[in-house]
């Protein structure tokens, strides 16, 4: 009898949870074939705890079943599962993936299904690569901060680079976030004459970008604090 009642719900699950049945393949689909799932499996499936199967419960992005009082997981809870847990792996908000679930319950395909997932990932990795780039620029100023006081302005003149106006300009117009087209337009130059003047204040200054020329230029009091 309770079997039944296990494969009453299984069949259930899609329907009464008012979700469409297209979600992005995450992994061997064999995975949903273990359904139903009461709690304790659920969690162990995905290494998680009771507390976080009730917390995405509440926030509408599993749609778990009654058998009495204790809650029954269906297949489509378990393929949902997996794009939840896909995205938190990787560092997506809540926020994000509760928007992103309910397009794909909006999907009318597998393949608008996939395309939707493959637009979340490409938008987090466009996130994690700009991430990654003010991390590396901040690891770079905190070297030459650290390193600050063998190349402070109390230094006689000789051993500091002599700039030209053309390159001071550049190297403030810099530290105000300007780059590329906007950069060249603002300092009156072509883009190839912009890419030989960055070359020749990194050469000038000893450093390996133009983040780190302008954060130089600064701690060696070349230009205004």
């Known amino acids: 009898m309770q079997t039944d009642v296990f494969c ?3 069949n259930n699950a899609t329907a009464t949870s008012g979700v469409g049945s297209f979600l992005p393949r995450v992994s061997d689909a064999a995975i949903a074939m273990q359904a139903p799932l009461a709690i304790a499996d659920m969690a ?9 199967l009730h917390f995405y419960e509440e926030k509408g992005l599993i749609f778990p079943q ?3 009082a204790m809650r029954v997981y269906g297949s489509d809870d378990i393929r949902r599962m997996e794009v939840i847990c896909a995205c938190r792996e990787i560092g997506i908000s809540l926020v994000a993936i509760q928007e992103l679930m309910q397009q794909l319950g909006e999907a009318s395909s597998q393949e608008e299904a996939d395309m939707l997932f493959r637009t979340a990932l490409e938008t987090r990795k466009r996130e994690l690569t700009a991430d990654m ?4 620029r901040q690891v770079q100023q ?6 600050g006081p063998t190349r402070h302005p109390a230094h006689s003149p000789e051993t500091l680079p002599v700039l030209i106006d053309i390159e001071r300009q550049c190297l403030l117009l810099m530290t105000d976030g300007l780059k590329g087209a906007e950069l060249a337009k603002a ?11 960055e070359d020749r204040l990194i050469k000038k200054l000893g450093v390996a970008n133009r983040y780190q020329a302008a954060a130089k230029a600064h701690i060696l009091g070349i230009l205004p604090s």
């Open 187 to 197: 300092l009156g130059l072509s883009s190839d004459e912009l890419l030989d003047l």
């Open 133 to 136: 780039s003010t991390i590396h």
């Open 142 to 147: 905190i070297r030459l901060l650290a390193n």
């Open 8 to 10: 009453n719900t299984r």
């Open 44 to 52: 162990d499936l995905f290494g998680v705890t009771h507390r976080t």
């Open 66 to 68: 009654r058998l009495g």
